[in-house]
């Protein structure tokens, strides 16, 4: 499967984005989708998961409140909808896939990965 992420761009400290990841292959419902985001210089971070198996979304503590993951299988695409952004939100952000169930929170749980896109939140 191809991902391909877009929606990042300049926003204010207590704006919103919502970032879409367009999946290209096979139908996202199939695949378990996560988000992450990468500061450079640092770890790859999980912000949000969704299991293809209907199990709970996951959310990183930074996300909870705040960022809402979904997926719409008739564009065959997962979302990442952010409110509330603050500047420590600044990252690259990347989609991802896998076929497995479960661990969504883990980045080595994906064996597909987008290109990202990039989210400024200025103060």
């Known amino acids: 499967v191809q991902l391909q992420a877009s929606g990042g761009g300049l926003v204010q400290a207590g704006g919103s984005l919502r970032l879409s990841c367009a999946a290209s292959g096979r139908t996202v419902s199939r695949y378990s989708m996560g988000w992450f985001r990468q500061d450079p210089g640092k770890e790859r971070e999980s912000v949000a998961g969704?299991?293809?198996?209907?199990?709970?979304?996951y959310y990183a503590d930074s996300a909870k409140g705040r960022f809402t993951i979904s997926r719409d299988s008739a564009k065959n695409t997962v979302y990442l909808q952010m409110n509330g952004l603050k500047p420590e939100d600044t990252a690259v952000y990347y989609c991802?896939?896998?076929?497995?169930?479960?661990?969504?929170?883990?980045?080595?749980?994906?064996?597909?990965w987008g290109q990202g896109t990039l989210v400024t939140v200025s103060s």
């Open positions: 991802a896939a896998s076929s497995r169930s479960g661990n969504t929170w883990l980045k080595e749980f994906y064996d597909y």
């Open positions: 969704v299991s293809w198996d209907g199990g709970s979304n």
